[in-house]
């Protein structure tokens, strides 16, 4: 099972990283945003886009209801992220350590948002609001978020056999898989999140970056403040 | 990258106007970059790349997609590239935005008329006792301000009020101005609004005629050709040249005591952004200052306005590819009008009065569309007012 996985991780990674490979060239190739010549990315509008991309402030303009779980959920799959880092970083760094509390509420809180993002997009928007694909999504980020809380409070899988597994992926000393049924589940989940991961997640800071670089070098075009 | 960077939250879904008279996916900006990315992988086959073509024409390029739209793609600037793109892949524009086109290339303006024709509003109320002094063409007197009154105010019988009241609320505030006239070009946005590939070329002609001509300050009444000559011809038109919205100005010159209206105009008005001004240009304070200088005049909010205006569906060439959602359009903007109880619609923009008298018609509303000039005009000199001009100027056809 073991060698299974870890043939898994490394086809999903591989695939993972070369389609973003790929993306990044072609985006480099296309013709640049519009602004005027000679004109740079300057630490304020940089500033600037970074604080639109960690409060989703569009969102939140344009609709305060679905931001509330947009963000909420946003936060805490960085939070999860970063506390997982636990398991393919030796020594964990500081923050991994500190962040054992707001992932142990982030935890909770990833499938609570889920459930708001969904019950706000098909209660109270139409139907087609949300996307098939997204809908798959969500389905695969709440079978993640179940499965390992099942594996924190209800059957909890060995923690060490974990890490050995994890650090052997990353270090490239393949290694056998730990018992639990749930945790195999929860890494396969994985696995197929990693293949399926929206590309917005890395073109859309670059999108909002480009926004405020569009506003800040045609600043009588005001676009869109 | 856009294509890769929606999120397919759907955002532009719940606020796209055309989406919400016409609920297909392939209408909302989701289901356009989802088409346009296969167009660029895959490809589509022939029922998926009509059913994109419609969708990317069923568009008023509004803007709307772009203020909601949470990783804010230029949505509206993409779907121009793309008509762009498509046309010169030998993919043509719908037939209707093709005759309107070849117009303004042809003739110079969209009305398919003779230039000769363009400045003929000016004389006309002149000779109607409708304005103070008569209006000076730029060749003859190099002014300090250019009005510049665009194809629809300059050729539309219904529309000429506009540009008399424009200049004559220029006169009221003594501004020292002229017009171009029979030399005045159509601005060419909507090339770019429908994607033509001449749009560049046309709008460096125009600018090189403006410099040539030594123009420093352009006024200008129409909201579409301001987004044309302010914001497309960026990077084209040198900044030293001020392109300003008449109500820019108007606002400025009633601010600095130059322009006082002081007749009572009684009534409750509700305010409509043009998508060119408002969303586009960011013009939002101006016009609402305008009317609340105006005495007597209250202004009531529609549900949806600034950033969040429901456009009328005038712009990108929607009327002209599909008239019959447009109507629809128009219909509902009319109706949120209605729910504020104003008795009636103003807005600084020619093109959306016309496109939101469509609405009225639709449902037979009783609510009156203005322009804002006539608003100013009723308090500053109702001797201009739209009833006057269309009576003198119907007595100058006939006579």
New interface residues.
């Given amino acids: 099972m073991g060698l299974v996985l870890s043939v898994g991780f490394y086809t999903c990674f591989l695939f993972f990283v070369a389609g973003y490979l790929v ?1 990044m060239v ?2 480099a190739q ?1 013709a640049p ?2 602004v ?1 010549p000679g004109k740079t990315l300057t630490l304020p509008v940089f500033l600037n886009a970074l604080v ?1 991309i960690l409060l ?1 402030r ?2 939140l ?3 305060d209801v ?1 931001w509330l779980g ?1 963000w909420t959920f946003h936060a805490s799959l960085v939070i999860l992220f970063l506390r997982h880092l636990r398991y393919i970083l030796e020594p964990s760094p500081p923050f991994v350590y500190a962040m054992d509390i707001p992932a142990r509420v982030a935890a909770w809180l990833l499938p609570a948002s889920l459930i708001y993002i969904g019950a706000m ?1 098909l209660v109270i ?2 139907k ?4 098939s ?2 809908f798959m999504l969500l389905g695969l980020m709440m079978v993640s978020c179940v499965s390992g809380l099942v594996m924190k409070y209800s059957l909890p899988a060995d923690i060490v056999d974990i890490k050995h597994f994890t650090m052997g992926l990353v270090t490239f000393h393949m290694g056998i898989s730990p018992e639990s049924i749930t945790f195999l589940f929860h890494f396969v989940i994985f696995l197929v999140l990693l293949v399926s991961l ?3 997640m ?3 800071p ?3 970056i ?2 405020r670089q ?1 506003e800040d070098d ?1 600043p ?6 | 990258m856009e294509m890769e960077a929606c999120a397919r939250c759907g955002e532009c879904l719940a606020w796209c106007p055309a989406y919400a008279q016409d609920p297909r996916e392939s209408i909302c900006s989701r289901g356009k970059l989802g088409s346009l990315k296969r167009i660029v992988t895959s490809g589509l086959n022939g029922e998926e790349m009509k059913e994109f073509l419609e969708g990317l024409y069923e568009c008023s390029a509004c803007g709307q997609c772009h203020i909601v739209c949470p990783v804010r793609i230029n949505t509206h600037e993409l779907w121009e590239r793309a008509r762009e793109s498509l046309v010169k892949a030998g993919i043509p524009q719908p037939e209707e935005q093709i005759k309107h086109l070849t117009a303004i290339r042809e003739c110079n303006n969209s009305f398919a008329k003779p230039q000769t024709e363009r400045g003929l509003w000016a004389e006309t109320a002149w000779r109607a006792g409708l304005l103070k002094e008569p209006v000076r063409l730029w060749k003859e007197y190099q002014a300090p301000v250019l009005y510049f009154a665009g194809c629809t105010a300059s050729f539309d019988p219904a529309m000429q009020t506009v540009a008399v009241q424009s200049a004559r609320l220029l006169q009221e505030a003594g501004v020292d101005f002229s017009i171009l006239g029979p030399d005045e070009p159509c601005c060419a946005s909507k090339l770019r609004r429908m994607g033509d590939p001449g749009f560049a070329d046309a709008a460096q002609q125009r600018a090189d005629l403006f410099l040539r001509s030594g123009i420093g300050r352009i006024i200008v009444s129409c909201a579409g050709c301001f987004k044309g000559l302010h914001s497309d011809y960026a990077g084209i038109l040198p900044a030293s040249v001020e392109v300003l919205h008449l109500t820019e100005y108007l606002d400025r010159l009633i601010r600095e005591g130059n322009l006082t209206p002081t007749r009572n105009v009684p009534m409750k008005v509700t305010y409509h952004d043009p998508c060119h001004l408002g969303r586009h240009n960011q013009i939002y304070r101006e016009p609402r200052n305008i009317l609340h200088a105006i005495p007597g005049l209250s202004l009531i909010e529609m549900r949806r306005h600034g950033p969040f205006s429901l456009c009328c569906g005038m712009g990108g060439g929607l009327k002209l590819a599909k008239p019959e959602i447009q109507k629809k359009m128009s219909a509902a903007r009319i109706r949120q009008a209605e729910e504020t109880g104003a008795e009636a619609i103003v807005t600084p923009c020619q093109t959306c009065q016309m496109g939101l008298m469509t609405g009225t018609e639709a449902t037979s509303s009783g609510l009156k569309v203005y322009h804002i000039t006539e608003m100013l005009i009723r308090s500053v000199c109702p001797e201009a007012d739209r009833a006057h001009i269309e009576k003198a100027f119907t007595e100058t056809e006939t006579g």
Wanted: charged share 30%; proline share 7%; no cysteine.
């Fill in positions: 993306r072609t985006w296309q945003p519009r005027l639109d989703l569009r969102l303009r344009a609709n679905l947009e997009k928007e139409k087609p609001y949300i996307s694909y997204n929206p590309t917005h890395f073109a859309a670059l999108t909002m480009e926004a569009r045609l009588y075009l005001l676009h869109e403040k």
